[in-house]
């Protein structure tokens, strides 16, 4: 099996600055695509940014130029530097990645339990 684990998430005020991460662990071949999406109250769970190994970064539009998705291949590892925080930023935000589990297999589709991300004054 394959587990993911965020960390870093919190209370900060409108304008601070949050660093998440994501390590994956497990069975692990290869991870393809890392990324990070998010779902607030009465909302349906949103993409902020993704990762793909040899393709680049991929962000929504209301993060654009806040938001930076990095990833460390050796950890198995995901970050999001979250910059200029606004309230309408608040959300539960989740790790999502692609993963081998072998050489043999295909790639499966994995998400971490979550971390709140709370923006307020």
């Known amino acids: 099996q394959v587990q993911l684990v965020e960390s870093g998430g919190g209370l900060v005020q409108p304008g601070g600055s949050l660093r998440l991460s994501c390590a994956a662990s497990g069975n692990i071949y290869r991870i393809s695509t890392m990324g990070w999406y998010r779902q607030a109250p009465g909302n349906q769970r949103e993409l902020v940014a993704t990762?793909?190994?040899?393709?680049?970064?991929n962000y929504s539009n209301s993060v654009k130029g806040r938001f930076t998705i990095s990833r460390d291949n050796a950890k198995n590892s995901v970050y999001l530097q979250m910059n200029s925080l606004k309230p309408e930023d608040t959300a539960v935000y989740y790790c999502n990645a692609d993963v081998q589990r072998a050489f043999w297999d295909r790639l499966r589709n994995y998400w971490g339990q979550g971390t709140q991300v709370t923006v307020s004054s």
């Open positions: 990762s793909t190994s040899g393709e680049g970064t």
